[in-house]
């Protein structure tokens, strides 16, 4: 046990443990109104199409300074572009393509990210050596996570919060009764975008820690978990948060105490646990509470 605590007091696993379960937080919070209006594979959409925006950002930034080591901004901004690039082409495929939606999202992700893979073939051959870890974008590597890092993770995810805390009624109405938004004059499309473009934000930030792939997990399944619990959104938010971010925290302690463990891979089951374990216990949706308020349940019903 002494070398349990010593492995998780230490500085780096100290420093991996709070940006993970910020990020999780915040792409809980973010991810519940993605489930409730549907767009879940949106946000697959938007993981998967980073990836090209990464490996042309590298190159360029490599060919206009060639003798710098890579830049994590420029790489994020590239991320985030290639991301919103994406979004614009789906919803130009849906309106002129006359393709189901399920198509359109296959067609986008698939060809962003088998582009991003070439583009990542021709990083890596590269002889500069500032391409190193250009590839953990895909599956993340939590463990390279350094003090600057965390602090960018802590400020964008108190930033996503705060936002999503402000935008809460807006969002709400637009998941459940869009037609009542356009009746009370309200902007549906500026609002889906700033939705949308949150969810881009927070992929983009957390794509260095989870990665691409596995960031879309910890946007959809703590909501789909804190579903199980409540039916109002006022709750489910911030519980959804609270999912994330202990499914970070767990993933994070198991893959600091077990050598060579990917982080983000050990997230996303821990995640997925909790949602197991939501279906059977929830106390608003699950197996059990569903059995005891039916008939001839586990509970039956007081008679008069």
Known sequence: MEDVWQVLLAPNTRVVLAGVSTLGFAAGMVGTYLVLRRRALAGDVIGHAA???????????SALFPDANKNMLVLLLGGA????????VTAVLRRVGRLPDDAVLAIVLSTFFGAGVVLLSIVQRGTTGSQSGIR???????AAMRAGDVWLILISAAAASLLTKAMMKEWTLVCFDEGACHVLGL?????DLVMMGLVVFVCIVGMQAVGLLLMVALLVIPPSA???WTDRVYYMAPLAGGIGALAALCG?????????MPTGAVIVIAAAGMLAVSMLVGTRHGWLA????????LVTSVRK
């Not at 572009?81 to 614009?88: E, F």
């Not at 994070?252 to 060579?260: C, E, P, Q, R």
Request: proline share 6%.
């Open 51 to 61: 990836l090209p925006g990464v490996a042309i950002a590298f190159l360029v930034w």
């Open 81 to 88: 572009i290639a991301s919103a690039l994406g979004m614009v």
């Open 136 to 142: 953990d974008f895909i599956f993340g590597q939590a």
């Open 187 to 191: 902007p549906v499309l500026g609002i």
């Open 226 to 228: 804190a579903r199980f």
């Open 252 to 260: 994070g302690i198991v893959s600091a105490l077990v050598d060579k």
């Open 290 to 297: 569903r059995r005891t308020r039916r008939p001839g349940g």
